[in-house]
């Protein structure tokens, strides 16, 4: 096929409604109307001789033909980006959008500091978050995220990743539940209670239930739920306790009146990292290298100030209260 006959925009377009699988939304994306999104879209349609994209109850699905192709033009359409950006990132001046996948957890204790840095210093900068979900690496690959941030030990070799920070385990309360009374749950104990299980990806089963079973218990697992914030609610009117990242735990505890106990069982390692993830076909681009900066600095934050209502102080806010 001859590519002189293919307007570059007609890519841009085709790489938009592969990201949000809607034309109304891909041209919001990339300011476009909707009927302008369609009439770009036959045009491809006509080039390439394939339908690309077809209706369905959940929008426009790909085609077979689309899928083959959404890979080569994301990185195409990155190195043309890359070659006639400029070589800095000023991040005072930028006007530029980043999208991440994350758990609730993270939305709690990381992003309040990226948001801060934001304000203070990238005005222009804007992050979408999205909700972690099972088809994660399949959306970093085809770019509908540009990052992943989830609680792991691996990742595959196509993604660069980095370990933000690392986890232990604790069980989270109503203070007048029973099991309060201790300081480390005894395992069966902890066994027999009445379980919440919180899982991003909609998992009815986690790292835990792998490890009562090297020691021949099993937990009954009463309710299971997606989003960590409303684990705690629930746990807050029942008599159900859930097995919680720490950092997470204290802040629920904070703000809710709930009471942390350790957790008799944890990670295989002891500790789960917090990894950041993200294609390598992002590497040396300045802004992604500034943002993923921004994601190790928020981590780093969070280590030294905590995650409390009043985290902090920034030192830059710090200094101004002086």
């Not at 929008?59 to 083959?68: I, K, V, Y």
């Not at 021949?216 to 989003?227: E, I």
């Not at 204290?250 to 009146?257: E, G, H, N, S, Y």
């Not at 100030?305 to 920034?314: A, M, T």
Request: with cysteine.
């Amino acid at each position: 096929m001859n590519i002189a006959g293919i307007d570059l925009n007609l890519l841009h377009v085709f790489d938009a409604v592969m990201s949000e699988r809607n034309a109304t939304r891909a041209g919001a994306k990339i300011g476009m109307s909707q009927p302008a999104v369609s009439n770009a879209l036959n045009r491809l349609r006509h080039v390439l001789k394939d339908d690309l994209f077809v209706r369905g109850h959940d929008g426009m699905r790909p085609t077979a033909r689309a899928l083959e192709l959404a890979g080569p033009i994301r990185n195409a359409l990155i190195e043309i980006e890359k070659a006639l950006n400029p070589v800095a990132f000023d991040p005072s001046t930028a006007e530029r959008t980043f999208t991440i996948a994350t758990a609730d957890y993270a939305g709690m204790t990381l992003m309040p500091y990226i948001a801060q840095y934001l304000s203070e210093e990238a005005p222009g900068v804007n992050v979408l978050n999205f909700p972690i979900e099972g088809r994660l690496y399949e959306k970093l690959d085809n770019q509908e995220v540009e990052y992943g941030l989830f609680a792991g030990f691996s990742v595959p070799d196509r993604f660069k990743s980095v370990s933000l920070a690392t986890e232990k385990f604790v069980c989270l309360m109503r203070p007048d539940n029973p099991l309060a009374k201790h300081r480390i749950l005894p395992v069966e104990e902890y066994a027999a209670a009445r379980h919440l299980l919180v899982s991003p990806r909609g998992d009815a089963h986690g790292f835990v239930d792998d490890e009562l079973a090297t020691l021949g218990l099993k937990r009954r697992v009463v309710m299971t739920m997606t989003h960590f914030a409303p684990a705690s609610m629930v746990v807050l009117a029942s008599d159900l306790i859930v097995t919680v990242p720490s950092r997470f735990a204290a802040k629920c505890a904070q703000l809710f009146d709930l009471h942390i106990v350790d957790s008799p069982v944890g990670p295989p390692q002891g500790a789960s990292p917090l990894m950041l993830a993200w294609h390598k076909r992002l590497n040396e681009h300045p802004a992604h290298t500034w943002f993923q900066n921004q994601l190790v600095r928020a981590a780093a934050d969070m280590e030294t100030h905590g995650v409390g209502p009043e985290f902090g102080p920034h030192p830059r806010r710090k200094n101004a209260a002086e």
